[in-house]
């Protein structure tokens, strides 16, 4: 082997570059390896930026109020301006069954200590005044949520894993992962061989071929989802709008205006647009526009600057797959994050890099281990999916 390290990461994404950080600040001698030309180059810089504790899912709320705290202290502990904003999430409900689902969520949420509320239609247009009244039954609000760059974010963490040690190899494609009597021994790229008891798969929408070079079968699929922004006006938006109403072709949809004006919106298809495939399409457009004018109307005469498709690594349950493989010893998943893998990944990279230094694992961390372990039985999709 050429050189030998503690760690090896695939993938300098969402995932991989703040677990980078995380590692070498604990003192482990880490490795990165992506094949494409810098960190965020692969979903990362496809999606929109938004950062919420605000699910109901027990892991994604702890991971995600960590993520929260990362995030927020970026400028004033680094010094890196990521444009982060504090401008909140607002889930919006106009049938009765989604005003009946986020009043029961709230029980959930706010045991873990989001600080979320249900606000009636009237109070709800004081906090989103732009919002169509008509029937609007009203809807959450969760005011420390927020939103920044994920170019600059990426750029932050890869900036900071460097300074505290991590090496990155870019333009760099993993050919096997070696094992010595069912152990990781270090892995072999099309430029060479590298050492190291512990593999951590973060390749995002790649990760189901990592774990095929060990012979594992990963259920993680990547969706294609497209997003999108408009021209800058003036500020009329503070928090990310949510509507989880189906439409002709789509599950539900999200919007948020920018500190600098633009309003940067996604949708999740339905149904699912498995591939790789990140062609701009021609019904995507239509199909957005129409459902955010009818919730905000003021967006009708503002026009769209581009459009891009990115992947999401979809799991059947929508939750993300963390933790050891039982068949391989150190090998650590850290996989299908369900397009949340730039919210969910500050916290979590924080969690890998315990788990591998094998300091104390909290209560918390045991509860997010128990409830993201692969190997669990797959059930319904989490309810803010």
Request: proline share 5%.
């Amino acid at each position: 082997m050429s050189d030998n390290y503690d760690v090896i990461i695939i993938g300098a994404g969402s995932v991989g570059t703040p677990a980078a950080h995380a590692m070498a600040k604990a003192g482990l001698k880490v490795l990165v390896i992506d094949c494409f030309a810098s960190s965020g180059q692969g979903s990362n810089k496809a999606a929109i930026g938004g950062v919420r504790a605000t699910h109901s899912d027990p892991a994604k709320i702890r991971l995600c109020l960590r993520s929260l705290e990362i995030f927020k202290a970026m400028k004033e502990k680094y010094g890196h301006d990521i444009e982060w904003e504090t401008g909140g999430y607002c889930f919006v409900a106009y049938r009765q069954e989604d005003e009946q689902a986020f009043k029961e969520l709230l029980r959930v949420q706010k045991s873990y200590g989001l600080h979320i509320d249900w606000y009636d239609a009237e109070e709800l247009l004081q906090i989103v005044p732009s919002l169509n009244p008509e029937g609007l039954r009203g809807g959450t609000y969760s005011p420390e949520d927020g939103c920044c760059s994920t170019l600059l974010a990426s750029h932050a963490f890869f900036v900071e894993a460097r300074r505290a040690g991590a090496v990155f190899h870019f333009k760099e494609t993993l050919t096997a992962i070696r094992t010595q009597n069912g152990r990781v021994i270090g892995v072999q790229t099309d430029k060479g061989e590298y050492g190291a008891p512990v593999v951590v798969n973060a390749a995002g929408g790649w990760a189901k071929q990592v774990g095929a070079m060990l012979g594992l079968e990963h259920p993680v699929m990547p969706d294609s989802h497209e997003a999108g922004i408009t021209e800058p006006v003036a500020r009329f938006l503070k928090p990310m709008l949510v509507d989880i109403r189906p439409g002709p072709g789509s599950a539900n949809y999200y919007f948020y205006q920018l500190n600098t004006g633009q309003v940067v919106f996604c949708i999740t298809p339905n149904p699912n647009i498995w591939g790789y495939d990140c062609r701009e399409t021609s019904a995507f457009l239509p199909m957005i526009a129409r459902r955010m004018v009818n919730l905000v109307p003021c967006l009708t005469n503002i026009r769209v600057r581009r459009t891009w498709r990115g992947l999401y690594p979809m799991t059947p349950d929508g939750a993300p797959l963390v933790g050891w493989a039982r068949e391989v010893t150190g090998y650590l998943m850290a996989i299908g994050m369900c397009g949340q893998g730039f919210m969910i990944g500050p916290g979590l990279g924080e969690l890998l890099a315990r788990m591998i230094c094998q300091s104390q694992i909290s209560a918390d961390d045991q509860i997010i281990l128990d409830g993201l372990n692969p190997y669990r039985a797959f059930k319904e999709m989490e309810k803010l999916k």
